[in-house]
């Protein structure tokens, strides 16, 4: 079975205080893993795409990794505005995405 | 504005009432999904489109979900007899292309929040 994995749920990080959001995965055959931000109130946006191990794709303070089994977000020096929950997904095999429950990211200043 | 359009954007109504919920997606995007958000948990799969077909209804949670898209665009998702675990924010999302083999991204709209007193 198809199966995206999160963590931490919830990460509390000091601005500028660098980290790394974690999604592993388990599917047969991926068709990419994508990464999108979600804002209280607001559906999730969409920030990047990856399609292959060992590629990156990087957005301001966001940098997302993929290896065959994981996918990171680094956010680099983060400020307060990057505070909102991060989902990932990979192509289930109805047409649609599976979802990760989530991390919640609050960032003080 | 250029994207995925629902209403409304909140709904409240006393159990066993029908409702209706619509989504525009964005302009030329031939697949559309549908989507159900409980508090604390993830996003569920309802049912997708792709232009006026819905190849697989499985993800429907009852027989009392359904949902049509007419003219390859405005999709409505109808909930008959409305239950109080039907509260949720139900999301819609649109694509290039689709099936499951695509790799396209989904853009979502924000939502239509549903309650049921």
């Known amino acids: 079975e198809d199966q995206v994995t999160q963590s931490p749920e919830a990460l509390r990080l000091q601005e500028g205080e660098s980290s790394s959001l974690n999604c592993s995965y388990t599917?047969?055959?991926?068709?990419?893993l994508f990464w999108y931000r979600q804002d209280p109130g607001k559906g999730p946006e969409f920030l990047f795409t990856l399609y292959s191990a060992g590629e990156e794709k990087e957005k301001e303070r966001l940098k997302a990794t993929l290896t065959k089994k994981e996918s990171f977000l680094h956010i680099t020096a983060p400020k307060p505005e990057d505070s909102a929950t991060y989902l990932c997904a990979v192509p289930g095999s109805q047409g649609n995405l599976i979802f990760g429950k989530g991390t919640k990211l609050s960032v003080k200043p | 504005g250029a994207g995925v359009s629902q209403s409304p954007s909140n709904k409240v109504t006393e159990k066993g009432k029908d409702v209706e919920l619509r989504c525009d997606p964005i302009?030329?995007?031939?697949?559309l999904y549908w989507y159900r958000q409980s508090l604390g948990q993830g996003l569920e799969f309802l049912i997708y489109?792709?232009?006026?077909?819905?190849?697989?209804k499985s993800g429907l949670p009852s027989d009392r979900f359904s949902a049509e898209r007419t003219g390859g665009s405005v999709s409505t998702l109808t909930i008959q007899r409305t239950q109080q675990e039907d509260s949720a924010v139900y999301l819609c999302?649109?694509?290039?292309?689709?099936?499951?083999?695509?790799?396209?991204?989904?853009?979502f709209g924000d939502g239509t929040r549903l309650s049921i007193l």
């Open positions: 489109f792709q232009g006026n077909s819905a190849p697989d």
């Open positions: 302009s030329g995007h031939t697949a």
């Open positions: 999302a649109s694509s290039h292309g689709s099936g499951f083999r695509s790799n396209q991204p989904q853009h």
């Open positions: 599917v047969s055959g991926l068709r990419g």
